[in-house]
């Protein structure tokens, strides 16, 4: 069952040739997990979604409120039977226009699928240097463009990993795949600031406000040379569904995991 534009429909909606989010790439979209029938992290996912939306110049509705984003949310998993689900929010312009859009309206789509979180024991990740993420406000939005994580995942599934490092055109460390990464040395925590280009995780913000509070542990946002990647104690990456994955090995190094199970323990992943 999709939810598009408040309906609820069995039958995909017929998009046409026109569509901005097949054309340009001119959409947005949230990943979001509910758990018994609660959105998990709401408000982070919202609040990311209408700043997005408003640096793309998008228009937004009146109707559009905090509690209107959980409603269409909960109607699409109580629709598809479910209470934890795995939801994508997708948001894009209306039709028209080349570049130049004919309008700043939008439509949204919304659709629920099982929730399915696998944590892995044995986690392999290495560099993509392929391409490059551009360092820059605009490669911290979540949008439908997102062709650099389609070729590295062909890329990890071709040479046997779970993941890949992206960097920038500065050749420094700025994410995963899927997801944001952290750097782990003793008892001190380090992830690429959002200059880098990394992505405005939503549990990425989460977790840096926990381990600011964490007495044991200090956290740090700074540029992280990839030869880093093999002199820290642990790695693990972050998204808003899995919350808290460990790296097991990279390249030749392999590491613990103490730091990233604790943090899944205190924050009750």
């Known amino acids: 069952m999709i939810n598009y534009n408040g309906t609820i429909s069995k039958s ?3 998009l046409s040739i026109n569509n901005r989010a097949f054309k340009y790439g001119d959409g947005l979209f949230e990943t979001i997990k509910v758990i018994d029938s609660n959105v998990i992290f709401l408000e982070d996912h919202y609040f990311r979604l209408m700043a997005s939306m408003r640096m793309l110049r998008m228009k937004i509705d009146m109707q559009f409120t905090l509690e209107f984003f959980e409603q269409e949310i909960l109607k699409t998993v109580v629709a598809n039977n479910l209470s934890n689900a795995r939801i994508r929010f997708t948001v894009n312009r209306k039709d028209g226009g080349l570049y130049l859009p004919s309008t700043n309206n939008t439509h949204f789509l919304v659709e629920a699928n099982p929730l399915s979180v696998s944590l892995k024991k044995d986690y392999e990740i290495d560099l993509f240097k ?3 993420v551009y360092s820059g406000i605009l490669s911290t939005l979540k949008t439908n463009n997102k062709v ?9 599934n071709e040479n046997g990993l779970d993941n890949c490092v992206l960097l920038n055109e500065k050749k420094q460390v700025v994410e995963a795949l899927n997801g944001n990464i952290f750097l782990v040395k003793g008892k001190h925590i380090v992830t690429p600031p959002l200059s880098e280009g990394c992505l405005k995780g939503v549990f990425r913000k989460n977790l ?11 956290i ?22 899995v919350g808290i994955q460990p790296v097991s090995k ?8 103490k730091i990233a199970f604790y943090l899944r323990d205190k924050m009750s992943l």
């Open 12 to 14: 995909p909606p017929t």
């Open 130 to 132: 392929d391409y490059y």
């Open 148 to 156: 650099l994580n389609v070729i590295g995942s062909i890329y990890a």
């Open 208 to 218: 840096l406000e926990f381990i600011s509070k964490d007495d044991t542990l200090t």
């Open 220 to 241: 740090e946002e700074k540029v992280i040379s990839p030869f880093e990647l093999q002199k820290t104690d642990e790695i693990f990456l972050t998204n808003a569904i």
């Open 250 to 257: 990279y390249r030749k190094k392999e590491f613990t995991s």
